[in-house]
């Protein structure tokens, strides 16, 4: 481990001399000063990790020194050097902050042995600070961008229920920020200082997702050789967030209610019944009012959490949070990639707003990442958030033969594109529901038809599609329990 050093003496020879020791046989860099004045100077504009001075000086002694320090880089460790050893100096030096007392004439060993002790001291106290300053970060609300009355109000009644013991499902398209909503509400409530137990319905394999969340006993099936904890035993006391809870099959669903309504369950192949004080939060991506009808989500279990609900809206409806949203990824990855990017393109910006983005806010952040790591000056550019698009025209309904063609057809051709690719697009979002396509297009569902009609666009290939992906899992599934 190398470090910055400071040497403080009045007699240059000395400064000599420690600059030898030191650099011969360690990789640290040093920089000396005779006046202690100047000294304080050089702290002004430049960090150290540790300064060594002499205690006895003109113009100002170590101890005043000390003083400076502890002003200027409080974090920087003192080790004062001194031919008058006397026990009250040590013990002042000390008493005001210094990490050693060393008396001359000492041995270069010596004044290695305290640097090292000084810097791995000083590393273990930044550790310290950092896991204290991580775990402050951790019970604090995270940080929701948005200014849009759509989620202010949202997260105005977040903190208004947080307290509260009621269960919560929060609704909302993938990407739109369910689970910093889920933590801002536990972040907010009375088990703050408890366990945020997050389990993934859709990450977990429909055969071990019972033992996953409560647990089982030796010998409860083969591989279970010993008893193991569920997530619902962590978040005892705490919040279990269920995401993606509209992926739980009707058999979990039923044990799941048995849960949440009289907070008792079974460990798999356990005979004896377990209690749990949980506050439940639950997130979906769809409408568990329209599963509950088409009878693929028990309705007991959509009214138990149900309680207070929240439905998160997607990015495009609050497009005005785009701009604050931008720059906070931008300060966010700039940092994490030790870059300075201070602005972004107008045009790139006005590109932003008016993007679709239906993976949301999760979208919105990827493009900015790869942005800010692309990025070759202080000001993101298109050609950095789509490089692969940076010799193209924004809109794909345009091509080269488009500007060859008479204004009249080329408009319709344009317009042609348009129409299909974008009724392609929320077609295949809503798995051929023509209603809800309709719906978030913003349009009359009767206009919509009679545009497939135009186009010759069927609903019935998208909802072939859906139905493949779905056989797909189930296939992936079996494969599995195989």
Same mark, same amino acid.
Not at 245 to 259: D, F, P, T, W
Not at 284 to 298: G, I, S, V
């Given at each position: 481990m190398s470090?910055?050093?400071?040497?403080?003496?009045?007699?240059?020879?000395? #400064?000599?001399?420690?600059? %030898?020791?030191?650099?011969?046989?360690t990789?640290?860099?040093?920089?000396?000063?005779?006046?202690?004045?100047?000294?304080?100077?050089i702290?002004?504009k430049?960090?150290?990790?540790?300064?060594?001075?002499?205690?006895?000086?003109?113009?100002m002694?170590?101890?005043?020194?000390?003083?400076? /320090?502890?002003r200027?880089q409080p974090?920087?460790?003192v080790?004062?050097?001194?031919?008058?050893?006397?026990?009250?100096t040590?013990?002042?030096?000390?008493?005001k902050?210094a *990490?050693?007392?060393i008396?001359?004439?000492?041995?270069?060993?010596?004044?290695?042995l305290?640097?090292?002790?000084?810097?791995?001291?000083?590393?273990?106290?930044?550790?310290? /600070?950092?896991? %204290?300053?991580?775990?402050?970060?951790?019970?604090?609300? $995270?940080?929701i961008?948005?200014?849009?009355?759509?989620?202010?109000s949202? #997260?105005?009644s977040?903190?208004?229920?947080?307290?509260?013991m009621a269960t919560?499902?929060?609704?909302?398209?993938?990407?739109?920020?369910?689970?910093?909503?889920?933590?801002s509400?536990?972040a907010?409530?009375?088990?703050?200082?408890?366990?945020?137990?997050?389990?993934?319905?859709?990450?977990?394999?429909e055969?071990?997702?019972?033992?996953?969340?409560?647990g089982?006993?030796?010998?409860a099936f083969?591989?279970?050789?010993?008893?193991?904890?569920? #997530? /619902?035993?962590?978040?005892?006391?705490?919040?279990? *967030?269920?995401?993606?809870?509209?992926e739980?099959?009707?058999?979990?669903q039923a044990?799941?209610l048995?849960?949440?309504q009289?907070?008792?369950?079974?460990? /798999?192949?356990?005979?004896?019944?377990?209690?749990?004080?949980?506050? *439940?939060?639950?997130?979906?991506?769809?409408?568990?009012?329209?599963?509950? +009808?088409?009878?693929?989500?028990?309705?007991?279990?959509?009214?138990?959490? @149900?309680v207070i609900?929240?439905r998160?809206?997607?990015?495009?409806e609050?497009r005005?949070?785009?701009?604050?949203?931008?720059?906070?990824?931008l300060?966010?990855?700039?940092?994490?990639?030790?870059?300075?990017?201070?602005?972004?393109?107008?045009e790139?910006?006005?590109? #932003?707003?008016?993007?679709?983005?239906?993976? @949301?806010?999760r979208?919105?952040?990827?493009?900015?990442?790869?942005?800010?790591?692309?990025?070759?000056?202080?000001?993101?550019?298109?050609?950095?958030?789509? $490089?692969? %698009?940076?010799?193209?025209s924004?809109?794909?309904?345009f091509?080269?033969?488009?500007?060859?063609?008479?204004?009249?057809?080329?408009?319709?051709?344009?317009?042609?594109?348009?129409?299909?690719?974008y009724?392609h697009?929320?077609?295949?979002?809503?798995?051929? @529901?023509?209603s809800?396509? +309709?719906?978030?297009a913003?349009?009359?569902r009767q206009?919509?038809? %009679?545009?497939?009609?135009?186009?010759?666009i069927?609903?019935?290939?998208?909802?072939?599609?859906?139905a493949?992906?779905?056989s797909?899992?189930?296939?992936?599934?079996?494969?599995?329990?195989?």
């Amino acid at each position: 481990m190398s470090g910055r050093i400071l040497v403080v003496d009045d007699e240059k020879d000395m #400064l000599s001399l420690l600059r %030898r020791i030191i650099t011969e046989k360690t990789l640290h860099k040093v920089a000396t000063e005779h006046d202690p004045l100047k000294a304080v100077e050089i702290m002004e504009k430049e960090a150290f990790d540790v300064v060594i001075t002499d205690l006895k000086m003109p113009g100002m002694d170590g101890i005043g020194l000390l003083g400076e /320090v502890r002003r200027i880089q409080p974090r920087a460790v003192v080790i004062i050097m001194t031919a008058y050893a006397t026990i009250e100096t040590a013990v002042e030096a000390i008493r005001k902050g210094a *990490f050693d007392y060393i008396s001359k004439p000492f041995r270069k060993e010596r004044i290695l042995l305290t640097l090292r002790r000084a810097l791995d001291w000083q590393a273990l106290t930044r550790e310290n /600070v950092a896991l %204290r300053e991580s775990l402050e970060q951790q019970k604090k609300p $995270p940080s929701i961008v948005a200014s849009s009355p759509a989620m202010t109000s949202t #997260l105005d009644s977040v903190k208004q229920v947080a307290k509260s013991m009621a269960t919560i499902l929060i609704q909302g398209e993938s990407g739109t920020g369910k689970e910093l909503v889920a933590k801002s509400i536990h972040a907010y409530s009375d088990r703050s200082d408890k366990p945020f137990v997050t389990i993934d319905c859709t990450a977990i394999p429909e055969q071990i997702i019972e033992s996953e969340l409560f647990g089982h006993v030796k010998g409860a099936f083969t591989g279970a050789w010993k008893d193991k904890r569920g #997530l /619902v035993d962590e978040a005892n006391q705490g919040t279990l *967030f269920l995401d993606e809870i509209g992926e739980l099959s009707m058999v979990m669903q039923a044990k799941l209610l048995r849960l949440l309504q009289e907070g008792e369950y079974k460990a /798999v192949g356990g005979l004896n019944t377990k209690h749990a004080d949980i506050r *439940f939060v639950a997130a979906t991506n769809y409408d568990l009012e329209q599963r509950t +009808a088409e009878k693929t989500f028990r309705e007991d279990l959509f009214y138990r959490l @149900n309680v207070i609900g929240f439905r998160l809206p997607p990015l495009r409806e609050r497009r005005e949070d785009i701009p604050l949203l931008v720059r906070h990824f931008l300060g966010k990855y700039g940092k994490l990639n030790r870059k300075e990017i201070r602005d972004i393109d107008p045009e790139t910006m006005s590109m #932003l707003m008016a993007r679709h983005w239906p993976g @949301n806010v999760r979208q919105l952040e990827n493009v900015i990442e790869r942005g800010v790591i692309l990025c070759r000056s202080e000001q993101i550019m298109l050609e950095d958030l789509m $490089p692969e %698009r940076s010799h193209a025209s924004p809109l794909s309904c345009f091509n080269g033969a488009t500007y060859s063609l008479p204004f009249k057809k080329a408009k319709e051709a344009v317009i042609r594109a348009f129409h299909q690719e974008y009724i392609h697009a929320i077609l295949r979002q809503n798995k051929g @529901n023509i209603s809800r396509a +309709a719906e978030q297009a913003g349009l009359q569902r009767q206009y919509l038809h %009679r545009l497939m009609k135009e186009e010759n666009i069927s609903a019935e290939n998208f909802k072939d599609d859906a139905a493949n992906h779905a056989s797909g899992v189930e296939v992936l599934q079996a494969g599995t329990q195989l």
